[in-house]
């Protein structure tokens, strides 16, 4: 089955404390992107991935990197978390860049 | 990318078509109009897209005016099901970048 697949599904940790949301797609994708939605803001693009070691910042990069090492994953990683970052957080993958992105099913952070 | 901009909330019966709106006035010629929806907090799906020709599929129908301005995604027989929040985005089809704004997008409300 085609998906995006991101770890953990759910989480809570501490101010400081580094954490890495995983992302994988099995669909041989190219573009990959990271977004977090908040209340009353929508999704915000975080970063995303043209293809592997290349990556860009979207309009909202601040206290987030991330890699592509290989095509297939995409972690989002947060060196020292702080409360602001509390958020629904999802990655995407689509083929080309102009069509359809296939988004997993969210990763819920809580930074305390 | 153009921004868009779309009503916060829409009711619709449920059997009814529902008509959603969106208008991208700065759109430029080589973005295509996209929507996506999202159900509760699960991961965006997305819908259908189009550049300036009306587009159908089997989930719904997208009418761009002439101008492409404006478009708008018909839901021809909502069902409870259908209750979501939609987002209507433009992305540019060509270039080196893939930065996508999504918005807030209008909560579409299907009553019994």
């Known amino acids: 089955e085609a998906q995006v697949t991101q770890n953990p599904r759910y989480l809570i940790t501490v101010t400081g404390k580094k954490l890495t949301v995983t992302c994988s797609q099995n669909?041989?994708?190219?573009?990959m992107s990271w977004y977090r939605q908040d209340p009353g803001l929508g999704l915000r693009q975080i970063y995303y991935s043209m293809n592997v070691e290349v990556t860009d910042k979207g309009d909202v990069p601040e206290g987030y990197k991330v890699s592509r090492k290989e095509k297939r994953n995409f972690p989002l990683i947060l060196e020292s978390p702080s409360p602001n970052q509390t958020s629904l957080y999802f990655c995407?993958?689509?083929?080309?860049?102009?069509?359809?992105?296939?988004f997993g099913q969210g990763t819920r952070l809580t930074v305390v | 990318d153009a921004k868009t901009t779309q009503p916060p909330s829409m009711d619709c019966a449920e059997g009814r078509a529902a008509n959603l709106p969106c208008n991208h006035s700065t759109i430029s010629g080589n973005e295509y109009v996209y929507w996506y929806r999202q159900i509760h907090s699960q991961g965006p799906q997305y819908i259908i897209h189009g550049l300036k020709n009306n587009e159908t599929n089997e989930m719904a129908s997208l009418i761009i005016t002439e101008d492409r301005k404006s478009s708008t995604l018909i839901l021809p027989h909502a069902t409870l099901r259908d209750t979501a929040v939609y987002y209507c985005i433009v992305r540019v089809a060509a270039g080196g970048y893939q930065k996508v704004t999504f918005g807030t997008g209008t909560k579409l409300q299907v009553i019994p």
């Open positions: 669909m041989n994708h190219e573009y």
């Open positions: 995407a993958s689509s083929y080309r860049r102009n069509t359809e992105a296939f």
